[in-house]
């Protein structure tokens, strides 16, 4: 299933769109995309998403204006998967770059638990490293 949810100005959340997909391909994203702009979506101020790449293309192909969140819940649960178990709980606690005051704090924390972990973990720092704009892009926002 594909589906597109919206989270309007008053809080409230809205199911734009739901369609069945053979995949999460790139041309299934692109096709749900620009089904919901032919029936009147205006492009949206930013679009979040979880890291398939077939989807990322889609989405800076058809929203190219709009900015694009990473899925902090989704990223997580990868990074999770990187160390071992007892070591998640302390690892989670010094990602601190989603709360970051400002954008250019979160840069600055994203870098400090890069090099912090670089070495002990390379895995995890790969897969943080992957796509961080994207990952604290919101703090872009008001």
Same mark, same amino acid.
């Given at each position: 299933?594909?589906?597109?949810?919206? /989270?309007?100005?008053?809080?409230?959340?809205?199911? =734009?769109? =739901?369609?069945?997909?053979?995949? $999460? /391909?790139?041309?299934?994203?692109? $096709?749900?995309?620009? #089904?919901? +702009?032919?029936?009147?979506?205006? @492009?949206?101020?930013?679009?979040? *998403?979880?890291?398939?790449?077939?989807? +990322?293309?889609? @989405?800076?192909?058809?929203? /190219?204006?709009? =900015?694009? +969140?990473?899925?902090?819940?989704?990223?997580?649960?990868?990074?999770? /998967?990187?160390?071992?178990?007892?070591?998640?709980? $302390? @690892?989670?606690?010094?990602?601190?770059?989603? #709360?970051?005051?400002?954008?250019?704090?979160?840069? $600055?924390?994203?870098?400090?638990? +890069?090099?912090?972990?670089?070495?002990?973990?390379? *895995? =995890?720092?790969?897969?943080? *490293?992957?796509?961080?704009?994207?990952?604290? *892009?919101?703090?872009?926002?008001?």
């Amino acid at each position: 299933m594909l589906v597109a949810w919206a /989270s309007l100005r008053d809080g409230r959340k809205v199911l =734009l769109s =739901l369609a069945l997909g053979k995949r $999460e /391909s790139h041309s299934d994203w692109l $096709e749900f995309l620009r #089904d919901m +702009i032919r029936r009147g979506l205006r @492009i949206p101020l930013t679009v979040t *998403s979880d890291g398939a790449p077939g989807l +990322i293309r889609a @989405i800076e192909e058809t929203f /190219s204006k709009s =900015l694009r +969140i990473r899925c902090w819940v989704h990223k997580m649960e990868n990074l999770s /998967s990187k160390v071992p178990p007892a070591l998640w709980p $302390e @690892i989670k606690a010094e990602i601190p770059v989603r #709360d970051a005051a400002t954008y250019q704090t979160g840069k $600055e924390l994203a870098l400090r638990f +890069i090099q912090r972990h670089k070495k002990e973990h390379p *895995s =995890l720092v790969a897969s943080f *490293s992957e796509d961080l704009e994207a990952l604290f *892009s919101h703090l872009k926002l008001p």
